[in-house]
């Protein structure tokens, strides 16, 4: 990655349907983004969804949000119909807001609902913009849930298009940009990948043999995250670890009630805790207590929550999903497992137990690793090629 250091004022637009206190990864990518663009001495301004009592107007870490009607009811889950009303939404709040604002570059983070807007202003008023790809935005052969697969196919020329309309493309793993050539393999395609608040996330001294291993996991309860898997598994660790193991996931979504009763049914509650959502604020003491953590996802972009584990010091047990590969190496800060491999995962996270002194090596294998994936650095990428965009109007 080429990263130059920014120079003159640049006036940045940004469309996020999701962006905190709603939604996951994705809205926290574009809350640092803005910051370190307005901390670069950028305008910066972000049009996202209306939820229950947020502001419609505010400033927040230095950039303005605009919060515009959207039929959202959950704070971790968006149907596809509360994507479209944000779709139709920003898109015409963007139309009348350019009239005062006049950017010099549209940022959308997923080009599905985000897209439209910038779309819009680019075919009326020739403004360029850039997409991040995140991961759901991407049409998948297998994806969850399945009726997305004629999700997919609907919108595929409109995917299509505000791809090959853009002036860039940016995925935020090689994984993902490998599945987005699988729709449009003529589109330019570049990788910036996510990032963590090394400030914030930073690791802790572990005890190699805690009387209870503290195994956490993070994520919106819902299939795609796969946490059925994990306590599907439990059953085959409960026989083989040594140490006694508490899992705790942090999280909140419609999926509760199912995991809850999987649990309940397998005879396995007394080793979960469902923690519920917590703030944001007090993430980082949820990883510096855990010993170990485990995504057990069937799709990611680049996960935030391995990124955050991997900066608190955390071996990491994981599903190959895309953006995996970079982060996470199998016996050298972590263990890897299949998809839906209920067999596979349950090896993972008994090895990673048992490991003792062995996980705490893969826990500094992990602060080594997370090194570059800093947010300053990863801005400082965005912004170059906002310089690169601009420079070739």
């Known amino acids: 990655m080429h990263l130059i250091e920014p120079q003159g004022k640049l006036k940045i637009l940004m469309f996020n349907h999701e962006f905190p206190p709603i939604g996951g990864g994705g809205g926290w990518v574009s809350y640092f983004l803005g910051k370190h663009f307005a901390a670069a001495g950028h305008d910066v301004h972000l049009i996202t969804s209306q939820f229950r009592d947020c502001p419609k107007d505010e400033k927040v870490e230095g950039f303005h949000v605009h919060r515009v009607r959207a039929l959202r009811k959950n704070p971790d889950v968006c149907a596809v119909h509360e994507m479209l009303t944000y779709a139709v939404s920003s898109s015409l709040y963007g139309l009348r807001f350019i009239k005062q604002f006049q950017p010099d570059i549209v940022q959308v983070f997923f080009g599905i609902p985000a897209g439209g807007g910038a779309y819009l202003l680019q075919k009326r008023r020739d403004v360029p913009y850039v997409v991040f ?13 399945p009726y997305y697969r004629w999700l997919y196919l609907l919108l595929k020329p409109a995917i299509r298009a505000i ?21 449009d393999s003529n589109v330019q395609m570049d990788v910036i990948p996510d990032a963590v608040d090394l400030e914030t996330f930073t ?11 503290r195994v956490l996991t993070i994520g919106r309860l819902i299939p795609r995250k796969g946490f059925q ?17 508490e ?30 959502s917590v703030p944001y604020s007090e993430l980082p003491q949820k990883y510096q207590e855990a010993d170990l953590f485990i995504l057990p996802s069937l799709a990611e972009g680049m996960p935030l929550v391995v990124l955050e584990a991997m900066g608190t010091g955390l071996p990491i047990v994981v599903s190959r999903v895309q953006g995996i590969d ?40 992990s602060v080594e690793r997370v090194k ?10 965005y912004l170059a090629l906002y310089k690169e965009v601009s420079s070739n109007q």
């Not at 306590?231 to 040594?242: F, N």
């Not at 509760?256 to 805790?273: F, Q």
Request: glycine share 10%; hydrophobic share 40%.
């Open 163 to 183: 791809w090959r309309n853009a002036s860039a493309v940016v995925a935020c793993s090689e994984g993902l940009r490998e599945l987005a050539r699988e729709t």
């Open 203 to 213: 690791p802790v001294q572990r005890n190699a043999h805690p009387e209870k291993v």
């Open 247 to 276: 899992i705790e996931i942090v999280g909140d979504g419609p999926y509760h009630g199912e995991l809850l009763k999987l649990a309940e049914n397998l005879g396995v509650t007394s080793h979960i805790r469902f923690a519920g």
């Open 372 to 381: 570059p994936y800093d947010w300053k650095h990863i801005a400082d990428a």
């Open 326 to 365: 970079e982060l996470v190496v199998d016996g050298v800060n972590g263990a890897l497992f299949d998809t839906s491999d209920v067999d596979g995962l349950a090896h993972a996270l008994i090895k990673l137990i048992n490991a003792g002194e062995d996980r705490i090596k893969m826990g500094k294998a």
């Open 133 to 145: 790809l995140g991961g759901r935005d991407v049409p998948s052969r297998t994806p969850d849930p």
């Open 229 to 245: 898997f994990l306590i599907r598994a439990l059953p085959q660790v409960l026989e083989k670890v040594s140490h006694n193991f």
